[in-house]
């Protein structure tokens, strides 16, 4: 088997996270010693922690998954015109002509794309 070529991030359980959270608001620890003390990498995460726990109320598990109440990242898994309201469908269809013609303006000058 092969050996990795970099090393992996430390995984946090939320219990973890609340602890060290509360370290870093309470002020008892400065950020860099936290950093430190359970190999952060940096204080970002404990902004993005902070963040989190002001926004939603509590710390969320969020691999692979998205928050309650937020919108889904990334591209649809499809498209349901049924349900679009007539201000989404009309940019809808804008973006689908908008693709034709970047198309056909490509086909025109590359004789390669097919």
């Known amino acids: 088997m092969r050996e990795r070529k970099t090393t992996k991030h430390t995984v946090y359980t939320l219990e973890e996270k609340e602890r060290i959270l509360d370290l870093y608001l309470s002020g008892a620890k400065r950020p860099s010693e936290l950093e430190r003390e359970y190999d952060l990498g940096n204080t970002k995460k404990l902004r993005e922690w902070r963040d989190m ?21 990334g591209r649809p898994k499809s498209v349901r015109v049924e349900e679009m309201n007539r201000g989404e469908l009309i940019k809808h269809i804008r973006m689908i002509d908008d693709l034709k013609k970047a198309m056909a303006y490509l086909r025109k000058h590359d004789p390669n794309i097919k």
């Open 53 to 73: 726990k002001l926004k939603h109320g509590r710390l969320v598990d969020r691999r692979g998954k998205r928050v309650e109440g937020s919108k889904p990242r």
